[in-house]
């Protein structure tokens, strides 16, 4: 059985990938693609200079929330601080496993994945057996949870 790997980088986009991965759970339980339709996330985490913009901040810097009549006051500065956060890169690796004669259903999957909306923001790249870096990308695939 060959195997053909997709690759999409979503670079920082953590809600496209997400969006990708609950159509690809989707499609799974749909059309019954158990073992025939794996997918694994790559988190490739920033470096972090060594200025004080990549330390993290110590959490007792922040001030407990008053409470006004039971209810908590919402700090607008906490969230502008949560969203200048660095994120890393994620990539989300398919693997397409069809038998020998599944070949047009193979087909149809490999052109239609690409083509859907979450995926064709990320850069698809199809890599099949005996191709140039498949050996490389199968390794990769293995290796991540």
Do not use: C
């Not at 073992?35 to 901040?57: H, V």
């Not at 601080?81 to 087909?107: C, I, N, W």
Request: proline share 6%; hydrophobic share 35%; no cysteine.
């Amino acid at each position: 059985m060959a195997h053909i790997y997709m690759v999409f980088d979503f670079a920082a986009d953590e809600e496209k990938m997400q969006q990708a991965r609950h159509k690809l759970e989707g499609w799974k339980q749909a059309f019954r693609l158990d073992k025939k339709l794996l997918y694994k996330l790559e988190r490739i985490e920033p470096i972090a200079d060594g200025g004080d913009g990549g330390s993290p901040k110590p959490a007792t810097a922040e001030k407990p929330e008053k409470a006004v009549k039971g209810k908590a006051k919402p700090k607008a500065g906490a969230a502008e601080e949560k969203k200048e956060e660095p994120r890393g890169d994620v990539k989300l690796m398919v693997r397409l496993a069809f038998s020998g004669h599944e070949k047009l259903t193979e087909q149809r999957w490999l052109q239609r994945i690409p083509t859907e909306e979450p995926f064709q923001a990320a850069s698809p790249k199809v890599v099949k057996s005996g191709e140039a870096g498949f050996a490389e990308v199968q390794n990769k695939f293995e290796q991540l949870d």
